[in-house]
């Protein structure tokens, strides 16, 4: 994928971004990658259809987003990195290795007689993420493949390229790197190769390996509604008279846009083979990954400005495993642009039970405004870090599992406030203090409970403040509070 435009980021407080990178790279294992990396997440200010945030009638920036489905982006630079697959790797990446990572480490290296102390990553860690079609964790470098060779190009900002035979070197022994002598710099390649190879503001390293042919795997697309099962491959779903190619257009949260000419089926025919797609109407995407979005019949039956799509082919290409194989976009004649929240992506099952979408709204007060999180903003930070307590309910006098996000870690950004206040619809609180959640794994806001993670029951929904019995720290004063819609932060 390219950029087809970057503007600036958004001044609005992004409280997931941290949470999704952290939760996805301390936990990821890695073979010869490093560990800490994994794909990007970041759940943040949206911009509006003008590229502005969302201003309520009070005046106060209102944001509401979440992740870019599956796998979201990070932040800072970005490098494309093209092979059998295609993957990006983002400052912030390098920034959590330096924390969680020994693959991150300073060298000393020679250029032109002046030897310098240089911070960077293997190239073998990051060619790892693109020389087989696996798109998740753990990476594995194919040593064999880079011994029996193939081209590696690497191309700056400016257009220059430099281009070597992997035959020729170590790579363990050329470096991603980002320091030089202390000092930040963008990336560049620095190592064993010859100085027209030490590659300056870094944008794109590409692999001659041929990419993984969609229409040759076993793929399949599961769709589970109304107690119907089916399935298809791509060859199946692109031999439907509901195939159709046209452009169209995601944003992500960084005012970063791609688009393509997506070819794929109409969703609002395919589901409605198996149902009577209206408004309220819950649709439940889930990836390959597992990770899971859930969507309302209204926003697939909005097709003013074109079609609601799962694409598998971007510019005549059909996707790898990553983004692919097949990606949620919308498009028509005149190229609608999506939100890439929405853009839900590695789709694997696409699932219907007979209830009502429901969505509902976490509000977070800040000393100068507000942050509003939908349902899929808090189910995509939820589904990410998957914080689990086992709560003694009193009233039942029974042990209750439940699963949600940890409270420090949904306000990890902000910085400054001394208490935590947690209110319910009907106005009851808790006000808890900061020191006593810092870091504190067992207190939750759970949307999820029991083994099999279901959602709340309604005297809950939709979120319950919740700690684990045996928690090392339980903050003074913490009552369970259920129906949660408002966090509270006390300077």
């Not at 029996?148 to 470096?175: I, Q």
């Not at 939820?382 to 709560?391: E, F, M, P, S």
């Amino acid at each position: 994928m390219r950029h087809t435009t970057h503007g600036p980021l958004h001044t609005a407080a992004s409280l997931l971004t941290a949470v999704l990178l952290t939760a996805m790279l301390l936990f990821a294992g890695c073979a010869t990658a490093p560990q800490g990396h994994a794909d990007r997440g970041a759940a943040t200010a949206e911009p509006s259809a003008a590229g502005q945030p969302a201003v309520d009638e009070t005046g106060v920036e209102e944001t509401v987003d979440a992740v870019t489905a599956a796998t979201p982006e990070g932040e800072g630079w970005m490098v494309s990195l093209m092979g059998v697959r295609n993957d990006e790797l983002w400052q912030s990446d390098l920034d959590l290795w330096k924390e969680s990572s020994d693959a991150y480490r300073e060298v000393e290296l020679e250029k032109r007689g002046e030897t310098g102390l240089y911070g960077g990553i293997p190239l073998s860690a990051v060619v790892a993420m693109v020389d087989d079609p696996d798109g998740g964790m753990p990476y594995a470098f194919q040593e064999g493949l880079w011994n029996e060779g193939y081209e590696v190009t690497l191309t700056a900002s400016d257009g220059y390229s430099y281009t070597f035979s992997t035959t020729e070197v170590d790579a363990d022994a050329v470096y991603l790197v980002d320091s030089i002598n202390g000092e930040a710099v963008s990336p560049q390649i620095a190592g064993a190769l010859s100085t027209a190879g030490w590659v300056r503001d870094l944008m794109e390293i590409e692999l001659s390996l041929a990419p993984v042919s969609l229409a040759q795997n076993s793929f399949e697309l599961e769709i589970e509604i109304g107690g119907a099962m089916d399935s298809f491959t791509i060859a199946e779903l692109e031999a439907m008279p509901i195939y159709v190619e046209d452009g169209g257009s995601y944003t992500n949260s960084y005012g970063n846009t791609f688009e393509a000419v997506w070819g794929g089926v109409k969703l609002v025919p395919l589901l409605e083979q198996y149902m009577n797609l209206t408004a309220d109407s819950a649709i439940r995407i889930v990836a390959m990954d597992g990770y899971e979005m859930n969507y309302s019949g209204e926003m697939f039956l909005d097709q003013a400005d074109g079609d609601w799509i799962l694409a598998f082919k971007e510019n005549g290409e059909y996707m790898p495993e990553d983004p692919g194989y097949i990606r949620l976009v919308k498009v028509g004649p005149e190229t609608p642009n999506i939100t890439g929240h929405v853009s839900a992506r590695m789709i694997k099952r696409i699932v219907s039970e007979d209830v009502p979408f429901e969505d509902f709204a976490l509000t977070i007060v800040e000393r100068d405004g507000q942050e509003v999180f939908d349902r899929q903003t808090m189910q995509s930070g939820i589904v990410t870090n998957r914080d689990r307590v086992t709560y003694y309910d009193r009233r039942a006098d029974e042990d209750v599992e439940y699963m949600g996000i940890a409270v420090w870690r949904l306000l990890e950004r902000l910085q400054g406030y001394r208490a935590v206040t947690i209110e319910a619809t009907d106005g009851f609180s808790v006000t808890l203090d900061n020191d006593e959640l810092e870091g504190n794994d067992d207190v939750i806001l759970a949307m999820y409970t029991g083994e099999d993670d279901q959602l709340l029951s309604s005297d809950e929904w939709p979120l319950r403040l919740v700690w684990d019995k045996d928690a090392a720290v339980v903050p003074e004063g913490i009552r369970s509070v259920r129906n949660v819609v408002k966090v509270i932060l006390v300077y």
